[in-house]
């Protein structure tokens, strides 16, 4: 008998041992992301189709954050509250510079302005207006989202480039998305450069020209982009291939012809809005560009960079070569092609 008790209890610490000696499951890498439009930025929707990504849930999930623009998001990065940030070429230019922020990366295409068959930001005039060409703007009021920006940058190398500096030919005001068209058509403002879907809406209401775009003055713009550290993807790279592959999977499901009406419908449930007001130009020519496989235009980005260090807006030259790690998504394509 005491031999038996002697090995029943030996096979107990046998199975407690083993309960506690087993590696667990990791846990899924949890992925905080900061995102300031849609649709511009699918950010807050691309991973509303559950049943089309292949690794959420198992190596990594995702937690979405709002931010009004792209500024804020460089002191999340910088905080280590925020891992991926969605920062527009202005934004990460400035973070690298004023913020010493040195290990930034590039990762990857959230979306890009100004390429061929595709929509690119306006700057819209009263359709009554006496303006017929840029000349005509000098000693006008011009309306901005935010000084600085990508929109802003924009509009100030295209009135540099006809010969008008702002302050002295010029006056420039800040005003938010929403509010643009009220401004121009209240007579506050003489021209407003504007984004999807504003000026969708503002043509569509009619009373509206556009006197030029950011093609016009910058070319294919980089104009939004993932950005993390260096560090993080150096400790979570196998799952940051992972999370990839399935933006790379859900970016070409919501640019596929035959989901769009789905697609559409996400976004305006998200929005709180009817899908008419997306059916004319979502996910067409006349949206931004989305890259399938995620990957950014580098070249367009220097180019971007070279521009707001011309405008006296960034006082250092950056490589944007050197800022990027396009690896991650480069690795994630072999998979999907």
């Known amino acids: 008998m005491a031999a038996c008790r002697a090995f029943a209890a030996a096979l107990a610490l046998l199975v407690i041992a083993g309960a506690f000696g087993q590696p667990r499951a990791a846990e899924p890498l949890k992925l905080r992301i900061g995102w300031a439009v849609i649709p511009g930025q699918l950010t807050a929707v691309l991973f509303e189709k559950k049943d089309i990504l292949r690794h959420y849930g198992k190596s990594y999930t995702v937690e979405t954050q709002h931010f009004r623009g792209s500024t804020p998001q460089i002191t999340g990065l910088a905080s ?3 891992d991926i940030a969605s920062l527009a070429f202005s934004s990460f230019g ?6 010493k922020m040195d290990d930034l990366r590039v990762v990857a295409d959230l979306y890009q302005d100004g390429v061929p068959d595709h929509y690119s930001s306006e700057y819209l005039i009263r359709a009554d207006s006496r303006i017929d060409k840029i000349e005509d703007l000098k000693g006008r009021v011009l ?3 935010g000084l ?11 009135l540099r480039d006809h010969g008008l500096e702002v302050n002295r030919d010029y006056q420039i005001v800040e005003i938010e998305f929403p509010n643009m068209m009220a401004a121009l058509d209240e ?6 450069g504007m984004v999807t879907p504003f000026s969708i809406i503002a043509h569509e209401r009619g009373g509206h020209r556009t006197l ?3 093609e016009d003055a910058m070319g294919p713009t980089q ?3 993932f950005v993390m550290r260096a560090s993080f993807i150096a400790a979570h790279r196998p799952a940051l291939v992972d999370f990839f592959e399935d933006v790379q999977r859900a970016t070409r499901w919501f640019l596929d012809p035959k989901d769009r009406d789905e697609a559409i419908g996400i976004i305006a449930r998200f929005m709180k809005k009817p899908p008419s007001e997306f059916s004319s130009w979502l996910f067409t020519e006349r949206d931004y560009y989305h890259d399938p496989d995620a990957r950014p235009n580098l070249a367009a980005l220097q180019r971007n960079l070279d521009v707001q260090q011309e405008l006296g807006l960034l006082k250092i030259h950056v490589d944007a070569k050197h800022y990027a790690d396009l690896s991650l ?4 394509a072999k998979r999907s092609h």
Request: net charge negative; proline share 0%; charged share 25%.
């Open 329 to 332: 998504v480069d690795d994630a």
């Open 212 to 214: 030029f775009t950011v």
């Open 223 to 225: 104009l939004t982009m």
């Open 148 to 158: 600085g920006g990508a929109i802003d940058m924009a509009m100030r190398k295209m």
């Open 187 to 192: 007579k506050k403002v003489d021209l407003a």
């Open 80 to 82: 280590g509250d925020l």
């Open 143 to 145: 309306a901005s989202n």
């Open 94 to 99: 400035l973070a690298i510079q004023n913020a």
